[in-house]
């Protein structure tokens, strides 16, 4: 049995945010059509209530048997990628204060996260010195790109270099790929997010970002969607087009172990695999609690992990990660 059991993707809603931003994003199209909310007593409206209140969301981990929630605000429904810089730094500051105020309530059962304006470098700094320092979270909620630009961009340099030096473990999360031919048949969710998080790793390895920065932490969402299963053609590349390693000095697959990746990926075999080729060790608990699985931690443990690789997964992993006693 595990000693602690931490979940790193669960998600909250600051109330206001949400109702300025969802009109606005990939939930309406990006303002293409009306937003509607979720009927009343619908399953959607029970996963939002739970993203609203932390006494839900703490009768929740006691039934399914989590000691911890990692907290991020849910960004595919309140990103503030569509405001300008200003109104964007307003908005994550009132989302982060809010992630504040959850963890106070219960500082031994929830972990925060922050948002940051990033649409402009200054303001995205000065946030993250707030956050982290005056609000005491310890988790950086980064979406895979911004304004086309995906987080491995020389624009975004300073920004690792401070996570870096502030040891600020960063969860990436995509917001919702913008092209909208995804908007058909929820294709953003079930195909885009995983292309996204597949673009933002790529990113971050071809950039050079971990040759700079060995010691960041970053956890990708959804098992790192489609990049840890198909990186063959990135190592061919070595020899096939030399110039487009420019900034490695190893195999573009040797970085896949930079990062952790959480188990949200709703298939065993991809579980199992995923594992196979990164290792059990940078796997971590991700359920996406409230909209993932209904029993996340019976996925997991059905996928045929030892008993010490199941703790790590569990927690232990993501407790070393996230400085927990």
Request: charged share 25%.
């Amino acid at each position: 049995m595990c000693a602690v059991v931490v979940d790193v993707h669960t998600h909250f809603l600051e109330p206001s945010v949400m109702r300025e931003s969802a009109p606005r994003w990939i939930l309406s199209g990006f303002g293409s059509r009306p937003f509607e909310p979720p009927p009343p007593d619908s399953p959607r409206a029970r996963q939002t209530a739970a993203m609203l209140d932390p006494e839900l969301q703490l009768a929740d981990l006691d039934r399914l048997g989590v000691d911890v929630h990692v907290l991020s605000a849910s960004t595919v429904v309140q990103s503030t990628a569509w405001a300008e810089a200003t109104r964007q730094a307003e908005l994550d500051r009132r989302t982060n204060e809010a992630c504040a105020r959850w963890v106070a309530t219960a500082p031994e059962r929830f972990v925060g996260s922050f948002t940051l304006p990033l649409r402009d470098e200054a303001l995205a700094l000065e946030e993250l010195e707030r956050a982290a320092g005056e609000l005491r979270l310890r988790v950086a909620n980064l979406p895979a790109q911004v304004d086309g630009d995906y987080l491995g961009a020389p624009r975004f340099r300073p920004l690792w270099r401070r996570l870096a030096g502030l040891g600020v473990v960063a969860f990436v999360h995509p917001d919702g790929i913008r092209d909208p031919w995804f908007q058909e048949y929820s294709l953003w969710n079930s195909v885009g997010q995983p292309i996204e998080e597949a673009k933002v790793m790529a990113s971050l390895i071809l950039e050079g970002v971990f040759d700079e920065l060995p010691e960041l932490r970053v956890v990708v969402s959804h098992g790192g969607g489609y990049l840890p299963h198909y990186f063959g053609r990135l190592d061919r590349n070595v020899t096939n087009m030399p110039d487009s390693v420019r900034n490695l000095s190893r195999l573009p697959s040797d970085y896949l172990r930079s990062f952790h990746y959480d188990t949200c990926v709703y298939d065993v075999s991809i579980l199992q695999a995923l594992a196979d080729r990164v290792g059990a060790d940078r796997l971590v608990l991700g359920s996406d609690y409230p909209v993932g699985d209904t029993d996340h931690l019976g996925f997991v443990r059905s996928a045929g992990f030892s008993e010490r690789e199941l703790e790590g997964i569990l927690g232990a992993t993501a407790a070393s990660l996230l400085g927990l006693s």
